[in-house]
């Protein structure tokens, strides 16, 4: 019942920044909003997450201390600032929406709403 649009991949070298934005169709006020990457021949995997109501976040190890999660309540989006970016980053980056008052996971099931997904390489 939520759309979700990506939008801010491309190609950077190593080191790099990129900042990717996922804008939803609805209020996202009280919302587990999470990003999510694949790599060619490997499984979904989360990257990060934020529960709206409050502004808790959760990272995986790989990117803690270069990836920052954030949200916008007035806009409906999510941003996830990607800095240091290393080659092992290259994937194509979904974001994804569980129901509304669940609490975040790194569950790839529990994820009901996902958008297109925009691409990210790192050289």
């Known amino acids: 019942h939520v759309q979700l649009v990506e939008s801010g991949g491309g190609s950077v070298q190593a080191g790099g920044s990129l900042t990717l934005s996922c804008r939803a169709s609805?209020?996202?006020?009280?919302?587990?909003l999470a990003w999510f990457r694949q790599a060619p021949g490997k499984e979904r995997g989360g990257v990060a997450n934020?529960?709206?109501?409050?502004?808790?976040?959760q990272y995986v190890d790989s990117v803690k201390g270069r990836f920052t999660i954030s949200r916008n309540i007035a806009n409906g989006t999510v941003y996830l600032q990607m800095n240091s970016l290393k080659p092992e980053d290259t994937a194509m980056y979904f974001c994804?929406?569980?129901?509304?008052?669940?609490?975040?996971?790194?569950?790839?099931?529990?994820?009901?709403?996902w958008g297109q997904g925009t691409q990210v390489t790192v050289s």
């Open positions: 609805v209020p996202i006020n009280r919302y587990c």
């Open positions: 994804a929406a569980r129901e509304p008052f669940s609490l975040c996971t790194f569950g790839v099931a529990g994820y009901t709403n």
């Open positions: 934020v529960y709206t109501y409050d502004g808790s976040t």
